[in-house]
């Protein structure tokens, strides 16, 4: 059978756009590891600073407000990931949601104790354990969704995802 010489270029021309179009997006596994990458930052530099500081009141007051605005920070750099993937952008929402949450639940938590306000300090306490569950919940279904046993055309097995590492409990 002989084909013609535009069928071959129509085919191998065909086939370099389909290569392009396919490497245009990222697959699921990069859009995984950006989300997983931005947010395990997050939780080290977290860890880091309820760490730092020292014991008196004054200090664990500037550590409360420099987690504040590292959470500020990491909302904006959340915003800012290009994610294609549907679910991925629903743990991207999440994530931002989690950020705000327990940036505003600290600063809510500051000023009830420059206020010496017991009910609103236990209040603010409250919600950011509360934030704890709600991070527990959400690094889980992160994990299984960019594990690479997960379904997915775009996933490779042979690629490696890292994992969200959980804050230890307060």
């Known amino acids: 059978m002989?084909?013609?010489?535009?069928?071959?270029?129509?085919?191998?021309?065909?086939?370099?756009?389909s290569?392009?179009?396919?490497?245009c997006g990222e697959g699921k596994v990069a859009q995984c590891n950006k989300l997983i990458g931005l947010a395990n930052q997050a939780t080290d530099e977290i860890k880091g600073l309820q760490q730092g500081g020292g014991d008196s009141?004054?200090?664990?007051?500037?550590q409360l407000e420099k987690i504040a605005n590292s959470l500020d920070?990491?909302?904006?750099?959340?915003?800012?990931?290009?994610?294609?993937d549907d679910q991925l952008k629903a743990f991207q929402k999440q994530l931002i949601t989690l950020?705000?949450?327990?940036?505003?639940?600290?600063?809510?938590?500051?000023?009830?104790?420059?206020?010496?306000?017991?009910?609103?300090?236990?209040?603010?306490l409250s919600k950011l354990i509360q934030g704890g569950?709600?991070?527990q919940t959400l690094i889980r279904s992160v994990?299984?969704?960019?594990?690479?046993t997960s379904a997915s055309p775009s996933a490779s097995p042979a690629a490696s995802t890292?994992?969200?590492?959980?804050?230890?409990?307060?």
Do not use: M, W
């Open 133 to 135: 569950g709600t991070e």
């Open 19 to 23: 290569t392009l179009l396919a490497s």
């Open 73 to 84: 920070g990491y909302t904006k750099k959340a915003e800012g990931l290009s994610l294609q």
């Open 57 to 62: 009141a004054d200090e664990k007051k500037k």
């Open 143 to 148: 994990n299984t969704y960019c594990s690479p």
């Open 162 to 170: 890292p994992a969200l590492t959980p804050q230890p409990a307060k």
């Open 99 to 124: 950020y705000q949450q327990t940036r505003d639940n600290s600063r809510a938590l500051l000023a009830a104790v420059n206020t010496k306000d017991a009910k609103a300090t236990n209040a603010a």
């Open 2 to 17: 002989v084909v013609p010489h535009r069928s071959i270029a129509f085919i191998g021309a065909f086939a370099v756009v």
